[in-house]
């Protein structure tokens, strides 16, 4: 198993422990993630495991590629969250799109919404630091999380762990404030300060 796979394996192992815990009404509440609750976003998570060639392609047919996402929780829609928590237990080990790139898709999609469950519900935790610094350089070179045109231009440091990123007006908090400011959740704002933030803020 590679670094960043079993690194994935490991956060969705602390996901499903977390989902364990809740409550219904937890698991209804709305996530930081736009019009979803913390239900959709876990049925997010597991949405694109064990989907082969074809089935990614019904998928994105099906929701035109910029919605692929939505149609992939409506489908398991039906589901109760027993049966999507037994669903994330079954696929700890990412399978299909989310093994892509030696698990990095699933270590940096199952990080940030293990986050946009986490600081809904106000239960904060601490990122494992060894996940952290590989998660952060994954990010701003993903246009699919577009990241880039958020920090352009800024410095970004982190407090917590050894990362920076960028030049010009600095940005610094947490490690996983700038993960979550740099993937657009305007949430993560107040844990961060700096000369760059009015711009950061401007742009979230």
Known sequence: MSDLMRMAYDE????????????????????????????????????????????????????????ANQVGVDELSALSTDELLDGLRSHLRPSGLTAGFGGM??????????????????????????????????????????????????????????????SGPEVTGPGEALMMAMTGRPAALDDLSGPGKPTLTQRL
């Open 12 to 67: 969705r192992a602390d996901l499903a422990d977390l989902l364990a815990d809740l409550t219904p009404q937890e698991w209804a509440h709305p996530s930081l993630c736009t019009r979803w609750t913390v239900k959709d976003v876990v049925a997010h998570v597991i949405s694109y495991e064990g989907l082969g060639a074809l089935g990614l392609a019904r998928r994105f047919a099906k929701g035109w590629v910029v919605r």
């Open 105 to 166: 898709i699933a270590l940096v999609d199952g990080t940030v919404h293990h986050q946009d469950i986490r600081r809904a519900l106000h239960r904060p935790r601490t990122i494992p630091a060894d996940r952290l610094v590989r998660i952060l350089p994954l990010i701003p070179g993903n246009a699919r999380l577009g990241a880039g045109r958020r920090i352009r231009g800024l410095t970004l440091r982190a407090t917590d762990v050894d990362w920076t990123h960028g």
